[in-house]
């Protein structure tokens, strides 16, 4: 084990200790291993993204994704009536690359907007702040308005614009629940001399069992098998909350893997989603390589959207990345590609990109899902290139 993982899992075992009944919930667990200001794998500079990291997202593949997120963004500008302070609220930059290529692409092809812009960052790893900071650096020195903000520096209702998300929500700590004698339980995580273990017991919350209310999931109906297990992302309900409050006129748009609830907590998903990834290989097993390896959990959009609408954002459309990316214009780049502009090695290479970003069975699966607050009759009728009904 190394040095890091080591210390990491002291930090845990002092927090297992300091409860009363000797565990915490996975979700707490989750929290520390991800997000532990010094040893978790988000805050800590572990995070490396591409071919020599951990994993493989859109934006890692080349400059093609963010350039049709751009064009997408820049949609709903014009859609909003040009506002003068037009507000994109990134939440989760990563490495800071997909602001990059937005940026270039509306320097190319909007720079009305490019002035016009507000680009706030919410960024919750110091790490990762810093890299995107160096990154972006040329940007913020061109003047452009860029900055990195928290939740309570954003007014309430003040947001004019969008916020949006990719491969964020897969990454919030989730509770793990079991059906397990005849009753839906919790999964805890304890210790056991000095190494964790799992603990069943009751519910930490009664939030847990309201959840599967909320998104018609009859978790008592008997369809489920001894020892099902699945998880639960109660903190996809503070995020969606925090947004609604924050914007005023505007768009949510949400990039991430997730199914359905339906499809989520199907009975033969008897053991939920829960994945781990450590240099481009997967497992289910969350207590090795602690704060060395992402720990993921697929979306429920089911949840998004009934919970969006409780709350006063319209769902107005929802797709998946493939569709979304050939409907701006991906297609198209993949005909350029015959033009006689490029090499035969940029070709393949180029190509390679632009088929994983359509990919059925990999990163063109992805939900894309679009929310909207406060539209005037008029501009909901506008329907977005990204999900017109023409496609």
């Known amino acids: 084990m190394s040095e890091k993982s080591h210390r990491l899992k002291q930090v845990i075992l002092a927090k297992i200790q300091a409860n009363s009944d000797n565990r915490i919930t996975f979700a707490e667990f989750m929290a520390l291993a991800l997000y532990h200001p010094d040893y978790g794998y988000y805050s800590s ?31 709903m500008w014009l859609i909003l009536d040009r506002p003068e302070a037009f507000q994109v609220v990134e939440m989760g930059a990563g490495l800071g690359d997909l602001a990059i290529d937005i940026l270039n692409y509306w320097q190319s092809n909007y720079p009305d907007l490019l002035q016009n812009i507000e680009y706030n960052i919410i960024e919750e790893s110091p790490s990762l702040i810093a890299t995107q900071q160096q990154k972006l650096r040329f940007w913020r020195e061109k003047g452009i308005n860029l900055s990195w903000k928290s939740w309570s520096d954003l007014a309430n209702h003040s947001v004019i614009g969008v916020f949006f998300s990719n491969e964020l929500i897969d990454a919030f700590p989730v509770h793990q629940v079991i059906w397990q004698d005849h009753q839906l339980q919790e999964i805890y995580v304890g210790e056991n001399h000095g190494n964790l273990i799992e603990i069943i017991a009751e519910l930490s919350t009664p939030e847990l069992l309201n959840y599967f209310t909320q998104v018609q999931i009859n978790i008592n109906s008997g369809d489920y098998p001894e020892g099902y297990r699945t998880q639960v992302n109660l903190q996809a309900f503070d995020w969606l909350n925090r947004i609604n409050q924050k914007l005023k006129q505007g768009y949510l748009l949400t990039i991430d893997y997730g199914y359905s609830a339906q499809k989520y907590y199907h009975p033969q998903r008897s053991q939920g ?60 780049r993949l005909v350029e590609l015959s033009t006689g502009k490029f090499s035969v090695a940029e070709i393949f290479k180029r190509r390679d990109a632009l088929h994983q970003l359509i990919d059925p069975t990999g990163l063109g699966k992805f939900g894309v899902l679009l929310q909207a607050k406060g539209l005037t009759p008029v501009q909901q009728t506008r329907s977005l290139k990204g999900f017109s009904p023409e496609r």
């Open 45 to 75: 500079g572990q995070v490396v993204i591409g071919a020599k990291g951990d994993f493989f997202t859109a934006s890692s593949l080349g400059a093609d994704f963010g350039e049709l997120l751009a064009k997408q963004l820049a949609e």
């Open 273 to 332: 989603t829960l994945q781990c990834y450590y240099q481009h290989r997967y497992h289910a097993d969350p207590f090795v390589n602690l704060g060395l390896q992402d720990i993921t959990t697929h979306v429920n959009f089911s949840t998004l959207e009934n919970q969006g609408k409780s709350i006063g954002l319209e769902t107005l459309g929802f797709t998946n990345q493939g569709l979304f990316l050939m409907s701006l214009g991906l297609g198209d």
